[in-house]
């Protein structure tokens, strides 16, 4: 995946940005590469801050949504910049966690691939503190990854009868 904006700072100068997630994480930043590490084992985020010119640029990454805030102010969107870390609740990072080992440990690869999913809504709630969403989404996530564990013996009890 490859993201680009660009951007005029307050002297007239056209800059660059490039975030590139493919084998490993870059921000590059007028031909300077930045490498970059996401914050969370399971789920995709990055909050990286650099400066440029005098404007406070920061990249934000949550799953595969991306976008980059100048001096408080996403780009894509308008909205004002958010910090992820100081904004979202410790427990919120343990159902990101247990959604992935619990979907890992009941259905394979197919279940860390839901709970990363539901993760990335997760944290995207809490930053918007959205708390009961956070709650349904994993409410959600518990019924999702119960049929994905049903339909699974259902088939497997299936084949073995044949």
Not at 96 to 101: C, E, N, Y
Not at 145 to 161: D, K
Request: proline residues 2%; hydrophobic residues 50%.
């Amino acid at each position: 995946m490859k993201k680009s904006w660009a951007f005029t700072d307050m002297y007239g100068n056209e800059h660059s940005i490039v975030y590139k997630a493919s084998f490993g994480l870059k921000l590059i930043v007028d031909g300077t590469t930045y490498k970059l590490k996401s914050q969370n084992w399971f789920v995709n985020v990055i909050d990286y801050s650099i400066e440029i010119a005098g404007s406070d640029i920061r990249l934000v990454a949550i799953g595969t949504k991306v976008d980059v805030a100048i001096n408080g102010t996403y780009i894509g969107s308008g909205e004002p910049y958010v910090p992820i870390q100081a904004n979202t609740p410790a427990w919120v990072w343990a159902l990101v966690g247990i959604s992935a080992v619990v979907g890992l440990l009941v259905n394979a690869a197919l279940g860390v691939i839901v709970g990363v999913g539901f993760g990335t809504f997760y944290i995207n709630y809490a930053i918007s503190r959205k708390y009961k969403m956070v709650v349904v989404c994993f409410l959600a996530w518990v019924i999702v990854q119960a049929m994905l564990g049903y339909w699974a013996f259902t088939l497997s009890a299936a084949v073995n009868y044949f």
